[in-house]
């Protein structure tokens, strides 16, 4: 009997110490890191697409995405508790495209201040805490639109820009691009005014309209995102002045493209709303795991027209993967 009740505490012994750290075979594997993604809002296709690259950035590198933003793109302070409640979240890092580039300062400097790394993607944020800016030289693609029209309108006419939102860093430095590039190199071409639409297609469709009432010799539209564009060329459209009013958008869409076939739009600037969530989610991965980050990555531009639209490289561009609008 001694001799079994021996036995039987040896192997009881073994078992705890195996269950208690003495061995480490099956030893859990720790979670994998959380980056959450904070867009501007969830309604237009280009964050349909940054979420599909933002997505596969994650599975690449084995990490959970979160995704979550405000209903409207002019919602600053949703935004801005939607940061913090990742703070609170104690996430591994955040990606940011702050709607507005100032009034998210705060909520984006109070994450960094918590240890969280911030990327900041697709528009400007006024802080030197940001890991890396990951976007389109906005800018540049501003200049490219002018040069797009203003080679649309033989270097002559008037123009009006159909903005995106006041404080929006893509649309400031878009719509800054355009003008002046328009004023330095075509002195025949006067902008005669730049009206906001809040990321709204109504809006930027009430806006267009009201350019070409209270400019009736009016000879082109810049829209500086997506629904600003699809505003423009519908109203161009609504007064039967295809061809008689340029016009020449940014970003693309099954509207925009079609738009552009159908010959409502001369060009298109086109961004990589894909590389920009997939590059977007590597660099916060890499700050967060302490790696070499870069401070500045430019996702690229292409001007897209009815020529060009189905080459392979525009192609690729253009129909990159897109996420389902879920929660």
């Known amino acids: 009997m001694r001799r079994r009740l021996t036995a039987a505490s040896a192997l009881i012994a073994v078992t705890m110490g195996s269950g208690c750290g003495g061995s480490k075979t099956g030893a859990a594997s720790p979670p994998p890191l959380t980056i959450a993604v904070i867009p501007k809002g969830q309604v237009h296709v280009f964050w349909q697409t940054v979420r599909a690259g933002a997505e596969a950035a994650g599975r690449e590198a084995g990490v ?9 793109e002019t ?15 104690k996430v591994a890092a955040i990606v940011l495209a702050p709607s507005h580039q100032k009034s998210l300062v705060p909520a984006a400097e109070r994450a960094v201040a918590a240890g969280i790394p911030l990327v900041v993607i697709d528009s400007r944020l006024d802080s030197e805490a940001v890991a890396s800016y990951v976007a389109t030289d906005n800018t540049q693609g501003g200049v490219l639109a002018a040069r797009a029209l203003g080679k649309a309108l033989g270097g002559n006419g008037k123009v009006a820009v159909v903005g995106i939102a006041a404080g929006a860093g893509s649309g400031i430095e878009r719509e800054t691009g355009f003008q002046e590039t328009i004023r330095k190199e075509f002195p025949g071409i006067k902008v005669v005014g730049l009206q906001y639409t809040d990321s709204d297609r109504t809006k930027a469709l009430t806006v267009a309209e009201d350019f070409l009432t209270r400019y009736p010799d009016l000879t082109g539209l810049f829209g500086s995102n997506e629904s600003s564009a699809v505003g423009a060329f519908r109203a161009v459209e609504n007064r039967g002045l295809r061809g008689k009013v340029k016009v020449v958008g940014f970003d693309a869409s099954s509207d925009l493209l079609q738009g552009l076939r159908d010959g409502a739009i001369d060009a298109l600037v086109v961004q990589n709303p894909y590389r920009i969530g997939f590059e977007g989610v590597r660099a916060a991965v890499a700050a967060a795991r302490k790696q070499p980050v870069d401070k500045r990555v430019d996702t690229g531009t292409v001007v897209v027209t009815r020529e060009n639209v189905d080459d392979p490289e525009v192609a690729r561009v253009l129909h990159p993967p897109v996420a389902s609008p879920r929660g």
């Open 64 to 72: 959970a995405i979160v995704w979550s933003a405000p209903q409207v």
């Open 75 to 89: 919602d600053f302070s949703g935004q801005a508790s939607i940061v913090e409640d990742f703070v609170n979240r």
